[in-house]
């Protein structure tokens, strides 16, 4: 009874219909079926450009030394117009160097002279249009240094060379407690 056709109303044999699909379709069905493989591939493909990428451009690297090699050895006058080329470029690179350096200077001089310059003003506008105590006038601009003192010491005033602070090495420390001994 398996292979027999159920009986009764509405249950006719309709004869199979051959189904065609559309190239839309079919494009998609294929489409479909093969993303997974496709999106691993491309995956792969990335991972060995980037793994690769650097060798790739070391050998680049070689492939066009070894013909500037060989043209080199046709042509010596060559290499010597490269080297020509090279110190030209650093001539100029160090011309570029020196006129910014020296711009940077004249602007430094010129801040400088501005700030010596307010600063004159500064102490001109003081009431009373003298200068401070203790400044240098304009003759003096630096103190003298002060002379040794009589007996050929030359200490400063606050250092005293039983207080041990001045620097070099400590005066006394204490014994170090324990030791070696075990226990």
Known sequence: MEGAAPAGPGFEEVPAQEYEPSVLEAASAWAGA???PVAVACVVAWLAYQRGRPALAQWWGRRKEADMDARLAKDPDLLLAREAAREAARQRMQQRYSAASAQQEER???REEEKRRAAQEACGARPGGGRRLGEASGAEASPAPPA???GGFNFRREYNPL??????SCGWRPARRGGARGG
């Open 34 to 36: 093969m993303a997974g």
């Open 108 to 110: 430094r001089r010129q």
């Open 148 to 150: 040794p003192a009589e």
């Open 163 to 168: 207080m041990g602070g001045a620097g070099g």
